[in-house]
């Protein structure tokens, strides 16, 4: 069998080991926990304003 042939199938397959091995050992981080809905902040914005009549949207 000549390995020099088939060299590059042998990387491949290497890599796939590799991330394969990579992927099951990989840790997932924790997300953080809120215990408390204080801690949660709620951003509201209030848009006053008149509307324009027909005469003042057709003016430039």
Request: charged letters at 15%.
């Amino acid at each position: 069998m000549n390995i020099a042939k088939y060299i590059e199938v042998i990387a491949i397959a290497i890599i796939a080991v590799a991330a394969a091995a990579s992927m099951a050992t990989a840790s997932v981080p924790k997300a953080p926990v809120v215990t408390s809905a204080d801690a949660v902040t709620t951003h509201v914005v209030y848009v006053s304003a008149k509307r324009l009549s027909a005469a003042e949207k057709v003016a430039p």
